[in-house]
């Protein structure tokens, strides 16, 4: 049997068929790209901090080379630096020197002999009428103890580069131990350079109860270790301060000092 399109069963075929052409003609969309993610965020531009320069080290000025005498060492001509004879607390007026003797302790330590300031004694070695002698007691509580001294000059440093050492009669008692010290340009604040100060050159002297002479060489003399800045390789025989018999920390001490003397090669 044949089956018969009727008017209105075509037409309705025939907007199917073109409908589902239609479809099958229009493109695939193409798909749609992910938007990109966004930049890291950019750090602020840190503007650079100026350092400042490090401060220019101040130069340690050592001096000339220190005097080694093959044959030993005498008196100079003008190296009498004070007998104490003139019994007034000035140094020896020779070779321009003009300093005076004085003496300095910690605030818990006390002299009792010569007294709050410094005068000549009576007595000394054989010979001698007069004398540089201190006692008294120092203290543990302090950081230092005490010393005798004297200044090369009023003020200022001295030259004592053409002498190669120095020679002094000592006697006393002590627990511990005299340092016998000269501060140089470096050692001592007057001299700008140093940052730790006072650890002057000098050697450290055991008292007997008799006089005894000590004869030293500028060259042997060498600083304390440990302690002090800044640490040159030698006394600068060129620029020196003064004179110093210090002692130490918590112990009672007595002793005498005459006839200094500035020494040079024989």
Not at 33 to 56: E, R, Y
Not at 151 to 173: E, P, Q, R, W
Request: net charge negative.
């Amino acid at each position: 049997m044949r089956h018969l399109l009727t008017p209105g069963s075509s037409l309705s075929f025939a907007f199917s068929l073109a409908a589902l052409l239609g479809c099958a003609g229009e493109p695939t969309p193409a798909p749609v790209a992910p938007c990109p993610a966004p930049p890291p965020p950019v750090a602020p531009a840190v503007a650079p901090v100026a350092v400042a320069p490090a401060p220019a080290a101040v130069p340690v000025p050592e001096g000339p080379v220190l005097k080694a005498c093959a044959n030993g060492m005498q008196p100079g001509p003008e190296g009498l630096f004070d007998d104490l004879e003139d019994n007034n607390n000035q140094v020896a007026v020779v070779d321009g020197r003009s300093g005076y003797w004085w003496e300095a302790h910690a605030p818990h330590a006390s002299f009792s002999a010569p007294g709050p300031e410094f005068r000549v004694s009576d007595g000394g070695p054989t010979g001698s009428k007069k004398t540089a002698h201190v006692a008294g007691k120092t203290d543990v509580a302090d950081v230092w103890g005490a010393s005798l001294g004297a200044n090369f000059l009023g003020g200022g440093f001295y030259d004592v580069s053409k002498y190669a050492g120095i020679s002094f009669k000592i006697k006393g008692t002590a627990k511990g131990f005299v340092r016998f010290k000269i501060h140089d340009v470096s050692t001592h604040p007057d001299g700008g350079v140093c940052k730790e100060c006072w650890n002057a050159f000098g050697k450290t002297i055991e008292l007997t109860g008799d006089w005894q002479t000590l004869e030293l060489p500028f060259a042997e003399l060498t600083q304390q270790m440990g302690w002090g800045s800044p640490h040159p390789p030698q006394l600068n025989t060129t620029k020196v301060k003064h004179l110093e018999w210090a002692v130490d920390q918590g112990i009672d001490f007595d002793f005498s000092v005459d006839d200094i003397k500035l020494l040079v090669c024989k």
